[in-house]
């Protein structure tokens, strides 16, 4: 079991500096959630952490490799999964396709479906022959999750899956969150702005404004006033 360990890191876009000395502790068996309004770098944090933007400072560790210097689909070798914000699925893909797509950082021995994808998600078993982009949103969104699951990832990071998905799936996201939690094994980083559901499936959480974190802790620990006045626009 290895634990992501994100230490000071800067990250700029040109000229302009999206993250500022941000760091992140994500552990086995327990979900992170990094909150905070539109705009303020929980998306930047999170491709920085996948390998699809380079930062400038700081250092980012899997359990005692060093990662930051790796190119992303060396960072899924390793173990970091990746659920961006909008799902980005393959629409023509079958559902069975775009999951199998979770296969490319695998050995070979491991190229089939694990079962838990289908117990989480049941829908996605019923729906092998269909394209993804005959799904609902909410079943796209199941399916991205799935898709990442196959990768059998350390680190699993979801960046928004509730944003524009119907309360029934949200419940049903948050069931799998919390079930991957209690197996143990995975380090769960949450990107939310629905701040209840964050809330409830934290074990740690993060707060970010301006590319900075000003507020982090324990869920026992959080004062829930603080963090509401950094969601609020």
Do not use: W
């Amino acid at each position: 079991m290895s634990t992501l360990t994100v230490n000071s890191i800067d990250l700029y876009y040109g000229a302009a500096q999206a993250l500022r000395g941000v760091s992140l502790v994500a552990e086995p068996g327990k979900v992170t959630s990094v909150l905070g309004r539109n705009g303020v770098g929980k998306t930047s944090l999170m491709r920085a952490i996948v390998g699809q933007a380079p930062i400038k400072a700081g250092s980012m560790t899997l359990g005692d490799v060093a990662i930051d210097q790796l190119a992303s689909y060396d960072r899924a070798r390793r173990g970091i999964s990746f659920v961006p914000q909008g799902r980005e699925i393959f629409p023509l893909l079958t559902v069975r396709e775009n999951l199998e797509t979770g296969f490319s950082p695998l050995p070979r021995s491991e190229h089939y479906i694990p079962e838990d994808v289908f117990d989480l998600f049941p829908v996605l078993k019923s729906m092998l022959h269909r394209r993804g982009g005959d799904l609902s949103g909410g079943q796209q969104q199941q399916l991205a999750i799935g898709r990442a699951l196959v990768m059998r990832p350390k680190v699993l990071v979801l960046d928004e899956p509730t944003e524009g998905i119907q309360p029934s799936i949200i419940k049903d996201i948050g069931r799998a969150i919390d079930f991957l939690r209690h197996r143990g094994g995975m380090a769960i980083i949450l990107v939310e702005q629905y701040f209840e559901f964050a809330r409830d499936l934290c074990d740690t959480y993060a707060v970010l404004d301006r590319g900075q974190v000003v507020l982090s802790g324990l869920k026992t620990e959080m004062n829930e006033a603080d963090v509401r006045r950094h969601l609020s626009v």
